[in-house]
């Protein structure tokens, strides 16, 4: 795309490798590129053929972009009958124009308007019954209806979505007092897990129908909603966090600590916040099955009404969650380093790529520090081949 090429020029024309920001290469640790930067780089004076190496790198970075991609719906070997799917809607054969059109009769004739009723139910079933249940005393009585609620209007919803999802190792479970991070591709992750289980929700506060939901559901149940303005306040995030898994008598707390949704064929870098917290991380994979229905969000071209019938109107959405057992922080590990090793060990299960880069790279601009990076390492080798031969 323009933008993405544009980002690749300013780099090269700071002096830095385009792959260094988004190619494969530089996911190998820099004395690799130290080395190979040393192998051209023969004397202690700038020559102008020293850009090529630097060319070079920014065209491999936009032959093998891993970064961008992500944000794409993944392609399928063969077509699932959905024309959302068939990129170039190319006519393959009258007989599947046939079944495609039975297709269309039945995703929008039968199946949308039953999923609509279906979700219009359990969406409307929640804010009801949780804003009554609000009015009870807190207790076990109110916990008890509390949970039973969001399990009975999740599953309503995930029926909404003709959702199949087979649950792995339901003994690892998030437990109260808790956090339960995971993968993030979609929306609907929340009532994908939230039907097998109650959790205590994370968010900013909306307006809207939305904000309505909100304002229903903390009545019953501990959810932890933010202001605008308080999302950006670390220190207050972190300590509303740390005063909810204290109290073990809580539900586990939710969170997707990649901040935007990835097309569930890699993982990108968890954010350390919530892992700075001192609790227990419970770490769940979640895997799609797109044969049957892209279950992957991208914001940037689709709102979310129009994202939500795209899903009611696919054939079906299949997942798998696998839950894996919960992880303690290490003595001597930072925050970023036990957030790496989450990270890793959901990629490992859910059979993801495990990618080092920050998903805010989706909307933001290539930060600073990399090109910095790379200006560092090139007048290194400059600076010491010149001391080299001073010496000599």
């Not at 979609?186 to 506060?205: H, K, N």
């Not at 036990?338 to 930060?367: H, M, S, Y």
């Amino acid at each position: 795309t323009l933008s993405k090429t544009t980002v690749v020029l300013k780099m090269l024309i700071h002096s830095l490798p385009a792959g260094g920001a988004f190619g494969r290469n530089t996911v190998s640790p820099v004395t690799a590129e130290h080395k190979e930067l040393k192998d051209i780089r023969r004397n202690c004076k700038f020559d102008m053929s020293d850009a090529f190496y630097f060319c070079r790198r920014g065209i491999e970075s936009i032959v093998d972009d891993e970064v961008t991609k992500c944000f794409t719906a993944e392609e399928l070997e063969s077509w699932n009958l959905l024309t959302r799917s068939n990129y170039n809607f190319n006519h393959i054969s009258s007989r599947l124009t046939v079944l495609w059109g039975l297709g269309v009769v039945i995703r929008y004739g039968f199946l949308l308007p039953l999923r609509l009723t279906l979700a219009i139910t359990g969406v409307g079933l929640l804010v009801v019954l949780t804003a009554m249940i609000g009015f009870l005393p807190n207790g076990r009585m109110k916990n008890f209806l509390s949970e039973k609620v969001h399990l009975m209007c999740y599953r309503i919803c995930v029926r909404a979505l003709t959702a199949i999802i087979t649950y792995h190792h339901s003994e690892n479970k998030p437990k109260n007092g808790g956090i339960c991070v995971a993968n993030h591709t979609s929306p609907i992750d929340v009532i994908i897990l939230a039907s097998d289980g109650c959790y205590a929700m994370v968010g900013q506060i909306h307006g809207g129908l939305m904000g309505l939901i909100q304002r229903s559901m903390v009545k019953a149940c501990p959810h932890i909603w933010f202001e605008r303005s308080e999302v950006k306040d670390r220190h207050l995030v972190a300590k509303r966090l740390s005063d909810h898994v204290k109290d073990k008598s809580k539900l586990p707390i939710l969170i997707f600590p990649e901040g935007t949704c990835i097309n569930n064929t890699s993982v990108m870098m968890f954010k350390k916040g919530s892992f700075e917290i001192g609790s227990t991380v419970y770490p769940v994979a979640i895997k799609y099955d797109p044969r049957f229905g892209e279950a992957f969000w991208n914001s940037s071209q689709f709102g979310m009404m129009n994202y939500l019938l795209r899903m009611m109107s696919s054939w079906a959405i299949v997942c798998s969650v696998w839950y894996l057992p919960p992880m303690i922080r290490q003595e001597g590990e930072d925050a970023m380093q036990f957030a790496n090793r989450v990270k890793a060990a959901i990629a490992r299960q859910g059979g993801l790529v495990d990618l080092l880069w920050d998903g805010g790279l989706k909307r933001g601009k290539v930060k600073d520090t990399f090109k910095e990076e790379q200006q560092k390492l090139y007048s290194k080798i400059l600076v010491g081949t010149q001391e080299v031969r001073s010496r000599s």
